[in-house]
């Protein structure tokens, strides 16, 4: 209740106006006894050249006007509460910063805007259900000695055309658009607290969930963190590098919490009010890192929608991945989703629907996956689809249905071939974490069967498959699973190194883990080639065929239709009538999970075969007419007729 009488400041100038002429700071510390501002020379170390007192404003803030051109300086905040000067902060809304994000800098924005930068469309996008995900962590993809990049771990990886590796396979940006992936998701690229900036040398790895100052770009992925343009100028390049390759950018997103609430901006301006506590007052910890933000409380909510939407202007992203946002409240989302509406409506939306541990924030508040159905135009990961295909996340050695083991299965694999919509063929009681369908829409589902954090499949096939013949069982295993993820309706989601079968030596959570578990072994291209054509074929397969990307859950409901297999173990199912548009006339899905030849009942027609046994070819040179089929062990099938 005290924090709720906090006053509300409505203005968008907060942190610096910069112009030649002046430079502004306006500091939101409605507690604050006195605030001063500290300019420096420098964005570490060394004595402030002058600490300016700010005065006391409207709405909780406090203002200073400095009447001279400070480009270049550094600046810093701190308040008094009582008797107490707090620790100097750069401010919740700093934009650019010095080395390790301590120091706060001024410059010219538009002097770190690349060539062209005014005339960078994002690529064109008629639908959500249209994109085809790829998460990457910068380091692990370009850091491999074999990767040919050279700016090894950086932004300005993403901008090197040509790349090879030593077998001559490509790596690196032409890799992406070989694959024919639609948006890259990058894991936290915000300024981040883990990796020591001017210790690059020590090759410190993490995957950047740690929040530190969330609306600059990490340091350590550019060529010179100390410059405080550099990094803000790189990040562009790579933007624009990415949209002139047709993909879009998706920037990972985490403000559920903070990497420390004592030394964190949110504490050093505004004392508890950003944070979440319990009934004793301690701090609560839905995140699972020792804090959790208060997103329904207003200043809370303004921030991290005008964070959102200053990334969707300045850097021109075009899509938000929300690290548990089931921590978040439903208000606060739909007014993001709204809000970047009005910048561009095909900006895509999603997150985790979860939390890591219990919340104060009521459960029917909660941005969670089960109320997605409330938050139009946002979309959650499908935890059934993953696990009902590869197996549980949380025993490491039960088999999915992908990997033998069919009972228990089948209707969470259904449900995410259904896009986690209302289907009359669905049972939902066979769901092994939901318990209803919760998406409107099956672009509010995304289906994935690894991501950054947990086992590759690979891994986790290496863990749940037993037998002599395990190890040869993996490969046909591995294009199972990738055939199901991108044959199903919702939005596909690939873990980076998926396509090349890459493993992390067993490791499940790598998020400090060394390059050696991490990085992406370029070697391995050559190695699976099979596999990486099987994976970039269904996408342009998937892509070709809107079919595979109805939008509506009435439209699924009238085009897909599954097949009575009896208890074959066998899922099929047929996509009607030029479903969604699409030039062919009728298309038949068959999945075998089992580790045994099976075969299912396809309708009499002339059937052509686009894809079996681990292949694609999209003519259809092969012809089929119908009747029992057999399908080869961990297998899917593909036919059309026009």
Sequence with gaps: MEYDRYPVYEGDDLELRYAPEHSVFTLWAPTAEQAQLSLYAAGEGGEAEERIEMQASDQGTWRVEVPRDLKGKFYTFRIRTGEEWLAETPGIWARAVGVNGDRAAVIDLRKTDPEGWDDDPRPEQKMYSDAVLYELHHRDFSIAPDSGVEHKGKFLALTEPGTRSPEGQATGLDHLRELGVTHIHILPSFDYSTVDETRLGDNTYNWGYDPKNYNVPEGSYSTDPGDPAVRIREFKQMVRSLHRNGMRVVLDVV???????????????????????????SYSDASG???????????????????????????????????LMGIHDIETMNRVRRELSQIDPT??????????????????????????????????FCDDFRDGVRGSTFDEHAAGYASGNIEGHVEAVKFGVVGATEHPQIDYNGLLYSSLPYAAAPSQAVNFVASHDGYTVVDKLRLSVDGDRAEEEI??????????????????????????????????????????????????????????????????????????????????????????????????????????????REILVAYNGNRAEAEFEAPEADWRVASRDGRVDAAGSEHLSGGKIPLAASSAMILFRE
């Design 255 to 281: 403000y559920n919490h903070t990497a420390t609430v004592e030394g964190s901006a949110f504490t050093l301006t505004a004392p508890g009010y950003f944070y979440r506590h319990n009934p004793d007052g």
């Design 289 to 323: 890192c020792g804090n959790e933000t208060a997103s329904e409380r207003e200043m809370v909510r303004r921030y991290i929608v005008e964070s959102v939407k200053y990334w969707a202007r300045e850097y021109h992203i075009d899509g938000f991945r929300f690290d």
């Design 347 to 380: 900006i895509f939306i999603y997150g985790e629907g979860w939390l890591a541990a219990d919340s104060p924030l009521p459960p029917e508040q909660r941005a969670v996956r089960d109320n997605v159905g409330q938050m139009e135009g946002i979309a959650v």
């Design 475 to 584: 490969t046909p295993m591995h294009k199972l699973v990738h055939a199901i993820l991108l044959t199903s309706q919702g939005v596909p989601f690939i873990r980076g190194g998926e396509e090349l079968m890459q493993d992390k030596q067993g490791v499940s959570n790598s998020f400090r883990s060394p390059d050696a578990v991490n990085r992406i072994d370029w070697s391995l291209k050559a190695r699976n080639r099979a596999v990486f054509d099987y994976i970039k074929d269904l996408i342009a397969l998937r892509r070709a065929h809107p079919a595979f990307r109805i939008p509506t859950r009435e439209g699924v409901q009238q085009a897909l239709h599954f097949l009575d297999t009896g208890d074959s173990g066998v899922i099929a199912f047929t996509l009607g009538e030029y479903a969604n548009g699409d030039a062919w």
